[in-house]
């Protein structure tokens, strides 16, 4: 649906008037320059004029006068040209009325023009020039020279991309001033709810009336929201619920720079303003004039503002951490300590409203979002008020711009805007019942910002004019999870690509939902003891409540986790749980949805349907550290090389000296033999798997070797991660080690080699240095968790089953091998071989080669179609590297 705008705003054209005072110096030229006074601000994005006036000696003359802006004259300062990719275009800065002097005052009428001779800093093609204004952001002295008098006059002029521009310490002191004079009748604070990969902290706003009614929300209110909902339900309905609710406003992408200095702005109105005024259209066009009183707004709401969720990124002007990783795909992962943190908050203060600020969709984009969609949200509660507020917001923005219309992709795109991953924070709020926003605007300039900031306007005045009938929608969100409801009327939502209803995918079960999941804690039922455990912190921390048992039941075992689905929220649960959907029928989507922990992170998890199976048998989770085997009176040990653990302690006994040995002792019983000396010391550090040897086996003892990989790839810190010694210089290495687009194809058969994922299988291909590989690509965007076939007498599957898993992102897969080369791991040839993703044309991967080994110039080389290390997720894959590394020692 779009929305257009009436009228457009003029441009605006400021004068700022400076006078400067002169002296004359009988020192060196200017040593002793007059200090400069505090001067106007230009922006990249916008023409401007400065009206310039000084006092000058009486005998001075316009010709005896130099101007200079900074250190160059005004004439060598150009403007940015797109063909030539440099500073080549017509001038930046010319004269609207040239100087003069009239009885010693000089007079002249500045005019800066567009730096990038353009209203958008956010282009990045053909050249990218979001990377380059920043070098340009500065104090400059606008300068008037009389060299023979050895007199000047100066303003200082700062340059900035736009006016309501922040730089990251200057967001830093923003919001710590608004903190401080904010009205004193409301609670405003800040506080840090996280660290950044580089130490920074990440500030969390939070307003409300007083602190009290943020103590009663989240002490009284949140709890009776997610436990009894009904009752909740059932006082609104009758008018007898006191409570107030949450509106969330984030920042991911800090290079996406209007949304940072958005919420910093909403921030500093609803602290410190009685009444917000502005103006927008309703569903007709007709202009409508809307008043915010803030008092009232926080007698039913609480505000929380995460100024950016990547404040790293603020600093360098990057989309991506110091990891290098996009946050907005890490939501669901989580592997980063940003998106941790984040998550953390959305599961405590449980939005009814989630706004998060994003650029730079030309056509100005709000979602909801296109099919298909996650099958695991309640659809029908979010969609029948999320369309309405996107209109309202998009219509707020667009009055308040020089935009034109906004699209929403549920209406306009059709399909590729999809909401079938948790990946964004926006689709990840979702999942808590929040009517969770992308608000993407068109670009990196005032007008982006101030369509932003009219955005978190009209989501307020909606959230006041709608609070009740919002909140039964998420109390009922709730409900069906607590009293396991598996609505028909969330079916509607999910259709195929012909917009045909086919509903959540039940097979032949009553519920899409199962009643409970149960994570083995044994180290006999559970493959990999470390990744179970790890998940128990995971799911704490999303607001999935879990449970132990507390005595044996059926096949499960006291001890073992159980998450009861009979919870708010399941649908978080089970989408991080379960195995996830087919959506290849579908032309485009946006990113990866295969989230599946058990499969990427390699634990055991079983699905139980079974409503009363655990009924007064499950109790507080009490187990603190991951399960660990006991060390006997054995002199050696065989360690399983099960987890990623055992590859860190690996290289950690490696490191201290000790004698490790590979070792295949028969399905079940591969991994690395060490004394019992190692082990000890190994026990105190890492929680491990491992049995007791009669004797030392023989086998490949492992050796310290440096491997290399590229700086910054996932490859570099997925080796970082099993404690190798990781370089980023392939002549100081020992083995290399490339992923995807990292692989520089001059270094195949130099060197041990590991290559992996489908843009480094076709830099080989393409390169033609391994004769007779043919490389198939669908398409290097397409995904799928598929079932595999491993070559157990190899040591490079050491540790894995022969039914097993591959992973790909990338749409690739090993048509032909070389001559001497053998098959590491193949795509089952069977019906039931896909098992999640989007890979339209999937059916030509099945039976096909994803891995292989063999000669290159008498080098030892793996070649990995599948993505081992795609956004760090998939860390059962690990193996395959590490395994990689000992034998090509």
């Known amino acids: 649906m779009k929305s257009k705008k009436v009228g457009k705003l003029g441009k605006a054209v400021a004068l700022i008037v400076a006078l400067l005072m002169v002296v004359s110096l009988a020192v060196p030229a200017f040593a002793q320059d007059t200090k400069a006074v505090s001067g106007p601000v230009v922006s990249m994005t916008e023409p401007k004029e400065v009206v310039f006036e000084a006092r000058m000696s009486t005998d001075t003359k316009v010709s005896d006068l130099k101007w200079y802006f900074g250190d160059k004259e005004l004439s060598a300062w150009k403007k940015w040209s797109m063909e030539t990719g440099d500073f080549t275009a017509g001038p930046f800065i010319t004269f609207t009325k040239e100087p003069v002097i009239e009885n010693g005052l000089l007079k002249a009428t500045i005019s800066f023009d567009r730096l990038f001779d353009t209203t958008d800093l956010s282009q990045r093609r053909p050249y990218n020039i979001r990377l380059k204004y920043p070098e340009f952001i500065g104090t400059y002295e606008l300068k008037a020279v009389n060299e023979a008098g050895q007199q000047q006059a100066k303003l200082d002029v700062s340059l900035v991309p736009y006016e309501s521009y922040m730089s990251y310490d200057q967001m830093k002191a923003a919001v710590a001033d608004i903190k401080n004079s904010a009205k004193a009748d409301r609670f405003v604070n800040l506080e840090v709810y996280g660290t950044t990969v580089q130490g920074r902290p990440m500030d969390l706003g939070i307003i409300a009336k007083d602190k009290e009614a943020v103590d009663k929300y989240l002490n009284e209110t949140t709890p009776m929201m997610l436990e009894n909902p009904e009752k909740m339900i059932a006082d609104i309905k009758a008018n007898k619920a006191d409570y107030k609710t949450v509106i969330f406003m984030n920042n991911i992408h800090p290079d996406e720079q209007p949304g940072v200095d958005a919420v910093v702005k909403l921030f500093n109105d609803y602290a410190k303003e009685d009444f917000i005024d502005y103006a927008t259209t309703d569903e007709n066009g007709k202009k409508v004039n809307k008043r915010i009183n803030v008092d009232n707004l926080l007698e039913d709401f609480i505000l929380v503002f995460s100024f950016t969720q990547n404040p790293d990124g603020r600093v360098a002007n990057t989309r991506a951490n110091a990891n290098n990783l996009d946050l907005n795909r890490d939501n669901g992962f989580q592997t980063q300590p940003e998106t941790q943190a984040m998550v953390a908050q959305i599961s405590k203060y449980n939005p009814l409203i989630f706004l998060d600020y994003h650029g730079f969709v030309q056509e100005f984009l709000i979602e909801p979002c296109t099919p298909p969609h996650d099958p695991n949200y309640e659809t029908d509660l979010l969609y029948s008020t999320m369309l309405e507020l996107a209109n309202i917001m998009g219509r707020a923005g667009v009055e308040n711009s020089k935009y034109e219309d906004y699209i929403i992709p549920m209406i306009d795109y059709g399909t590729g805007w999809d909401d079938a991953t948790s990946a964004y924070t926006a689709t990840y709020a979702m999942h808590h019942g929040a009517l969770g926003h992308t608000i993407e605007v068109p670009e990196m300039n005032e007008d982006s910002f101030k369509a932003a900031i009219h955005t978190g306007y009209a989501a307020a005045d909606y959230a006041i004019n709608n609070k009740d009938v919002l909140m039964l929608n998420k109390l009922e969100y709730y409900k069906r999870g607590v009293e396991k409801l598996d609505s028909r009327e969330a079916d509607k ?241 020992d083995v290399l080690v490339t992923d995807s687009g990292s692989l520089d194809p001059e270094l195949i058969g130099t060197k041990p080699m590991v290559a992996i994922g489908g843009s480094a299988m076709a830099a080989i291909g393409e390169s033609g240095k391994i004769a007779g590989l043919e490389v198939k690509t669908t398409d290097f965007y397409h995904e799928g968790l598929l079932k595999s076939t491993n070559n157990a007498s190899s040591m490079y599957s050491l540790g894995y089953s022969s039914d097993d898993t591959m992973y790909s992102s990338s749409g690739t897969w090993l048509e032909k091998l070389p001559a001497g080369f053998t098959a590491l791991s193949t795509v089952k040839n069977t019906g039931d071989y896909f098992v999640a993703g989007w890979w339209p044309g999937h059916e030509q991967v099945k039976g096909k080669v994803m891995s292989t080994v063999g000669m290159v110039n008498g080098q030892k080389t793996v070649l990995y179609a599948g993505n081992l290390t795609n956004r760090l997720h998939t860390q059962y894959l690990y193996r395959w590297i590490s395994n990689a590394v000992y034998e090509l020692q």
């Open 493 to 733: 939502a999910i259709v195929n690509a012909q917009n045909e209803i086919k509903g959540r995918p039940r097979g032949s079960n009553e519920s899409f939902f199962p009643d409970y999941y149960v994570i083995p804690m044994g180290l006999d039922a559970q493959k990999n003891a470390v990744a179970a455990f790890d998940m128990i912190a995971y799911l704490e921390r999303n607001g999935v409540k879990v449970h132990e048992l507390k005595s044996d039941a059926g096949a499960y075992k006291k001890g073992d986790i159980v998450v009861d689905m009979a919870q708010a929220k399941r649908g978080y649960a089970n989408q991080v749980l379960y195995s996830g959907v087919d959506e290849s029928e579908w032309a485009e989507m946006y990113a990866e949805i295969v989230t599946n922990f058990p499969a990427q992170r390699g634990f055991d998890v079983m699905e139980v349907r079974d409503a009363n199976l655990f009924t007064g048998k499950l109790g507080d989770v009490t187990i603190s550290k991951a399960p660990s085997s006991s060390i006997t009176d054995a002199d050696f040990y065989l360690i399983h090389n099960n987890s990623l653990e055992t590859v860190k302690a690996v290289n950690h006994a490696i490191e201290m000296g000790h004698k490790v040995v590979r070792a295949d002792l028969g399905q079940g019983k591969e991994g690395f033999a060490v004394d019992k000396a190692c082990l000890e010391m190994l026990v105190d550090k890492h929680a491990l798997k491992f049995e007791a040897l009669d004797k030392m086996p023989e086998g490949k003892e492992i050796t310290s070797k440096t491997v290399y990989a590229p700086a910054m790839s996932t490859a570099y810190f997925a080796l970082e991660a099993m404690g190798f010694d990781v370089v980023t210089d392939a002549n100081e290495a």
